[in-house]
């Protein structure tokens, strides 16, 4: 696995939803609006935080439930993954 190429691509998608979240913020500036949005953006930069946070420490792309490494396949649709397939199906 490219660690390298995999951070690239979270910290790309990490300042798309930064700035799609400062957009959100802009428009919903009088709160009137449900933050729902803004929430789910905020939980996924919170993910890819995570994520790169496991690529410091060696722990990228192991399962947070089983301890099995996580399919490449998986990691590539969803870098920030802490699941492997199996225990992802059993949770969710
Ligand atoms: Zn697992």
């Known amino acids: 696995m490219d660690l390298v190429a995999v951070r690239t691509q979270l ?6 939803l930064e700035s799609q979240r400062d957009r959100l913020d802009g428009a919903l500036g009088d ?4 933050d729902a949005p803004d929430g789910a953006v905020d939980l996924v930069l919170a993910q890819i935080a995570a994520a790169l946070a496991r690529m410091v420490d060696g722990a990228y792309g192991v399962c947070a439930a089983c301890g ?3 399919a490449p396949s998986r990691l ?7 699941r492997c397939v199996t225990c992802a199906d059993r949770r969710d």
């Open 68 to 70: 099995a490494q996580i």
């Open 31 to 34: 709160g009137a609006v449900a």
């Open 11 to 16: 910290e790309s998608e990490r300042a798309r």
């Open 76 to 82: 590539a649709a969803l870098p920030y993954a802490t």
